[in-house]
């Protein structure tokens, strides 16, 4: 029985892509790189930077591209550009009073996505936010997730769902045994979570919830 559900925070909380993509493309004309086609820029959107970037950047630019973002989302308030998906807080709203323990765990700084999560008015849903740190030491989805599993004390993976919109997501909640519900409200595509391996595809964030019974229920 589930009692423990993991949220992903871009494309499966909010709609960070206005914020997210504005502070990239100034990154990129800093650098003197021209922007990116539409497809490439929403595949941009979720996965670490670290690794989505050196393709499209050059290894050697990486760490000057995620400094300018850093600047344009944090420092110029690009990273409240965002806003909380339909559905989502009725959702969270039921799971929380039906007794279940939330999390979010997303590869946007901690930092960061702690100050959006409270930014949304979701803060205090989650017993704790977890996300990659400031230097890429957390640099996957599995790393994150198994941190926010060890601050909730290493339950039962059978007792946890994560939530999430892309095949990352799926992917690194596989690491650790999880099962992952696919957000199609958010920025992948149903082949993309299907093939990773979600055990659904989940249309608006009500659906989730039919995946989640009472944890008391017979």
Partial sequence: ??????FDLDGTLSDSAPGILGALRASFAEAG???????????????????????????????????????????????????????????????????????????????????IVAHLGLAGFFVTIGGDTLDGARDSKA????????????????RVLMVGDRSHDVLGAAAHGLACAGALWGYGTAAELTAAGAVRLCAKPAEVLELLPRPDAG
């Fill in 1 to 6: 029985m589930i009692d423990t559900v993991l």
């Fill in 33 to 115: 790189l021209g922007w990116v086609d539409p497809d490439t820029a929403r595949s941009l959107l979720g996965p670490p930077f670290w690794h989505s970037l050196p393709p499209l950047v050059g290894e050697e630019r990486v760490e000057a591209v995620v400094e300018a973002y850093r600047r344009h989302y944090v420092t110029d308030g690009a990273m409240f550009d965002t806003t909380c998906y339909d559905g989502v807080l009725e959702v969270l709203q039921d799971l929380t009073g039906r007794g279940y323990r939330l999390a979010v765990a997303t590869s946007k700084p901690e930092p960061h996505a702690s100050e």
């Fill in 143 to 158: 790393l994150v997730v198994g941190e926010v599993l060890r601050r909730l004390g290493e339950p039962d993976p059978a």
